[in-house]
T-cell receptor, first 114, second 115 residues
Framework: AQKITQTQPGMFVQEKEAVTLDCTYDTSDPSYGLFWYKQPSSGEMIFLIYQGSYDQQNATEGRYSLNFQKARKSANLVISASQLGDSAMYFCAMNRATGNQFYFGTGTSLTVIP | GAVVSQHPSRVICKSGTSVKIECRSLDFQATTMFWYRQFPKQSLMLMATSNEGSKATYEQGVEKDKFLINHASLTLSTLTVTSAHPEDSSFYIC???????????FGPGTRLTVT
């Protein structure tokens, strides 16, 4: 069974600072994908970044980077230069190579302080 | 990315009635769609996998007779909450797997309130 753990229910960061949101996972599958989604108060799920289990390099997308440590089964999201619009819920998710179901962590509520 | 729509975006119904939620993939054909439920301040929980032309696959603990899923075409899946009760009030989100393989595109969600 797949399990995603996000241990930070809430985080605060000063505007323009960097913040790391933690995510650990557990799976017996050799091939899987790791994702981060942002969910603002409107409810839509916004894709941020993807990391494949066989990718050698950490994924980056603009201000978002994923710190992938396979041996530790962690996939932390780093947001650099935080902006007020980054305030939202952030979910770590995983899918299996076979089938496309997503399994989500419990989420981290990020608040950017001006 | 793919565009996924859901209708309605919000619905309020009385206890005991049934509600249908539509999920449409607007720009590519999807043999598989997924339905999630999200309670306030909680995570998304996968309810079922909707398969075009065949029966849906439900996750453990999800009542298939209560949450009817129909995937009649490659662009439309419907979730019907039958005999709704207040505890069914939730945010329901559908998603569509992308053509490349790992992508998944989410609909904007439907907020159901059962009074």
């Amino acid at each position: 069974a797949q399990k995603i753990t996000q241990t930070q229910p809430g985080m605060f960061v000063q505007e323009k600072e960097a913040v790391t949101l933690d995510c650990t996972y557990d799976t017996s599958d050799p091939s899987y994908g790791l994702f981060w989604y942002k969910q603002p108060s409107s409810g839509e799920m916004i894709f941020l970044i993807y990391q494949g289990s066989y990718d050698q390099q950490n994924a980056t997308e603009g201000r978002y980077s994923l710190n992938f440590q396979k041996a530790r089964k962690s996939a932390n999201l780093v947001i650099s230069a935080s902006q007020l619009g980054d305030s939202a819920m952030y979910f770590c998710a995983m899918n299996r190579a076979t089938g496309n179901q997503f399994y989500f962590g419990t989420g981290t509520s990020l608040t950017v302080i001006p | 990315g793919a565009v996924v729509s859901q209708h309605p975006s919000r619905v309020i119904c009385k206890s005991g009635t049934s509600v249908k939620i539509e999920c449409r993939s607007l720009d590519f054909q999807a043999t598989t769609m997924f339905w999630y439920r999200q309670f306030p301040k909680q995570s998304l929980m996968l309810m079922a996998t909707s398969n075009e032309g065949s029966k849906a696959t439900y996750e453990q603990g999800v009542e298939k007779d209560k949450f009817l899923i129909n995937h009649a075409s490659l662009t439309l899946s419907t979730l019907t909450v039958t005999s709704a009760h207040p505890e069914d009030s939730s945010f329901y989100i559908c998603s569509v797997g992308g053509p490349v393989g790992y992508e998944q595109y989410f609909g904007p969600g439907t907020r159901l309130t059962v009074t």
